[in-house]
């Protein structure tokens, strides 16, 4: 699986814990706090929402990139 694609989808999980009023699965925490190491003393959903954020523009970069190599 893409590491892009990986990270959006732990960030997601977490996200629907958070929206759901449950805790998150450690190991979710734990691999975000891994994915963004710069970002790690912040709170969980904002990190979540932060690693979601770098994956789509992670996605759009090359989705251009292909675009222009057409």
């Keep these: 699986m893409d590491q892009m694609l990986h990270a959006m ?3 997601l999980r977490v996200l629907t814990s958070f ?3 449950r805790t998150p699965d450690q190991a979710d925490v734990e691999e975000l706090r891994r994915l963004a190491p710069l970002s ?3 709170p969980i959903d904002e990190l979540a929402c932060y690693v979601v954020y770098q994956a789509l523009k992670y996605r759009e970069a090359k989705r251009k990139a292909r ?3 057409a």
Aim: hydrophobic share 40%.
């Design 9 to 11: 989808d732990v960030a």
């Design 19 to 21: 929206n759901a009023k």
């Design 40 to 42: 790690g003393d912040a």
């Design 67 to 69: 675009a222009e190599g």
